[in-house]
């Protein structure tokens, strides 16, 4: 997912990854791209199911 755009920031994308399992439990990870480099900033993991993992990743990186 590509994150919002914000004027004056480089674009962000967020992956999310559901398990296989039984519980389908969530995580995802947060990126800013700049040129041609891509920098971590930040990961939740453990989700269960039904959470909204963009709602989690953005009260992480506030």
Known sequence: MLAKRIPGE???LVVVIRSA???G???ADAFRLAGDSIE???SVSGL??????????RALLK
């Open 25 to 27: 439990y969530l995580s």
């Open 48 to 57: 269960e199911a039904r959470t909204d993992p963009l709602l989690e990743i």
């Open 21 to 23: 399992g039984s519980g």
């Open 40 to 42: 971590l900033l930040g």
């Open 10 to 12: 480089p674009p962000g």
